[in-house]
């Protein structure tokens, strides 16, 4: 079920890439997404209605569940939508999948846990492998540096949202009933600001848009996030993020075909390095059995 669940989510998110850069246009970022995950957040709250799982976050739980959606459903994709508007959508998926990374970095911060060499070296390699991506770009002007900022931001949120999911695993809550609350508020929070910021309330009716926007927010948000959030849960973050070594695989494949990227020496090597890094990251933690982050507690009251 694990691997079923790997390819499925690299399948997935390494083709949602070039989607997000297809929103990109009249449509204000903020209102994009909220359109992406307000379908998603009705489609799943109406799958738990009729399944009868719904389920109230309280207390703790619920602080949690705030804190995901302004994380993983909200500012997340701020900063990867920004960062699309000058880098090519292939070498921001190669961005995210340093999350590995990210992970096991705030699995120390916040737990403790205790960094392997392994793990430095990992970072390392990976941090080498981005400078020969965007070494092109970079070289040519700054407008990939604010990209690589925004797509390294991108990933920080995803990764913290990433521990808020397991926490909340770990309270007895499932990915699918978080996710629900997790997108309501993320949109919740983008439609807010998008009112007090004064956008046009726009919507592109294009058949190129409204294809992105329902390719996104059901195989990309609904199935998608549900599939990698329960891998976190069975599997912990860091362990669950080694499926984000094999995105740059497909994106940067799709980017060549529907944006025209084009592969050089230095691009390959940077993959191949960034790659290395991610599975070097994880070699430490494949031999063991990991499990949530945060113990399991008392689950919160059913609605």
């Given amino acids: 079920m694990n691997a079923f669940l790997y390819v499925l989510v690299v399948l997935i998110w390494g083709t949602t890439w070039i989607a997000l850069k297809w929103q990109l246009g009249p449509v204000p970022i903020a209102l994009s997404i909220a359109y992406r995950f307000g379908l998603a ?30 994380c993983l459903f909200c500012l997340n994709f701020v900063c990867f939508l920004n960062a699309s508007r000058t880098v090519a959508s292939g070498l921001v998926a190669v961005v995210f999948s340093s999350a590995a990374l990210w992970n096991a970095l705030l699995a120390r911060v916040v737990h403790g846990r205790t960094i392997a060499p392994q793990v430095l070296a990992g970072g390392a390699l990976g941090l080498t492998g981005l400078v020969l991506l965007f070494w092109p770009e970079i070289s040519g002007g700054q407008a990939s540096l604010a990209g690589l900022a925004w797509a390294l931001g991108g990933t920080l949120c995803f990764s913290t949202g990433n521990l808020l999911s397991a926490a909340l695993q770990g309270q007895g809550l499932k990915p699918v009933q978080t996710n629900a609350w997790g997108m309501a508020v993320g949109t919740a ?5 998008a009112l007090l910021a004064g956008l046009p309330l726009a919507f592109d009716a ?26 976190v849960g069975r599997l912990g973050p860091e362990r669950a993020a080694y499926s984000t070594v094999l995105f740059p695989v497909v994106a940067l494949n799709v980017s060549a075909w529907a944006e025209g990227y084009r592969w050089t020496a230095p691009a390959l090597a940077g993959l191949v390095l960034v790659m290395a890094g991610n599975v070097l990251v994880f070699r430490r933690r494949a031999s063991k059995t990991s499990a949530p982050t945060v113990p399991p507690s008392r689950p919160p009251a059913r609605a």
């Fill in 41 to 70: 957040a009705l489609l799943l709250f109406a799958w738990l209605l009729w399944r009868r799982q719904l389920v109230v976050p309280r207390g703790r739980a619920l602080v949690w569940v705030l804190a995901q959606g302004l």
């Fill in 189 to 193: 929070l983008l439609a807010g600001y």
């Fill in 206 to 231: 294009s058949a190129r848009y409204v294809g992105a926007w329902l390719y996104l927010a059901i195989p990309g948000s609904v199935i998608g996030f549900t599939a990698y959030l329960t891998l």
